[in-house]
């Protein structure tokens, strides 16, 4: 069964640090970009970070630059979003999601909740 | 303020036939395709629509996507209850070098 569980999400204080991780299975991870994609409460979706199928690029949306980085363990068949500097605003589910064909992210994980908040 | 700009709402009744638009610019729907997404409340996005018009298993063909210069538009024909849902739609922009959302539609299912 193709399928992607996000974990580590939590309440956490301004300026604190999260580690997100999303752990795949049913499909050849290594094979695929990968993105993470987060929706504020009654918010849209945004997109956060997107790492290719060999870690070889990132790319982060303006307002994480400098504060997350996506990383992945392709042996360990996992993604991750290492979350710094965290800041009220960053409230939000967290979606990791998987880019299948034409740039369609056609598997999604159930989302990890994070709130910042003191 | 999204990139791509989507109407708030949308209605109909059901067996309707229904349209959401999507506009966009030269840095995004003109030169890169187009996804749209499904979200029911409460669970994690689903892909209904990539690559223009292309549908993934499963995705009934009541469901069909359109682009033209730098617009897009998702139609549901036979409108049915089930079909009450978000929708936003989405495509890689050149200049942000990542994908952006449109800010959601929210069709309700009179």
């Known amino acids: 069964q193709v399928q992607l569980v996000e974990s580590g999400g939590g309440v956490v204080q301004p300026g604190r640090s999260l580690r997100l991780s999303c752990a795949a299975s049913?499909?050849?991870?290594?094979?695929?970009?990968m993105y993470w994609v987060r929706q504020a409460p009654g918010k849209g979706l945004e997109w956060v970070a997107v790492?290719?199928?060999?870690?070889?690029?990132?790319f982060y949306t303006d307002s994480v630059k400098g504060r997350f980085t996506i990383s992945r363990d392709n042996s360990m068949n996992s993604l991750f979003l290492q979350m710094n500097s965290l800041r009220t605003v960053d409230t939000a589910i967290y979606y990791c999601?998987?880019?299948?064909?034409?740039?369609?992210?056609?598997?999604w994980g159930q989302g990890t909740r994070v709130t910042v908040s003191s | 303020q999204s990139v791509l700009t989507q109407p708030p709402s949308a209605s109909g009744t059901p067996g309707q036939r229904v349209t959401i638009s999507c506009s966009g610019s030269s840095s995004n729907i003109d030169f890169n395709t187009v996804s749209w997404y499904q979200q029911l409340p409460g669970t994690a996005p689903k892909l209904l629509i990539y690559g223009h018009n292309q549908r993934p298993s499963g995705v009934p063909d009541r469901f069909s996507g359109t682009v033209s210069g730098t617009s897009a538009s998702l139609a549901i024909s036979g409108l049915q209850s089930d079909d009450e849902a978000d929708y936003y739609c989405?495509?890689?922009?050149?200049?942000?070098?990542?994908?952006?959302f449109g800010g959601g539609t929210k069709l309700t299912v009179l």
């Open positions: 999601a998987r880019d299948g064909v034409l740039n369609g992210l056609d598997i």
């Open positions: 049913g499909f050849r991870f290594s094979d695929y970009a």
């Open positions: 790492i290719s199928y060999d870690g070889g690029y990132e």
């Open positions: 989405a495509a890689w922009d050149d200049s942000l070098n990542g994908p952006v």
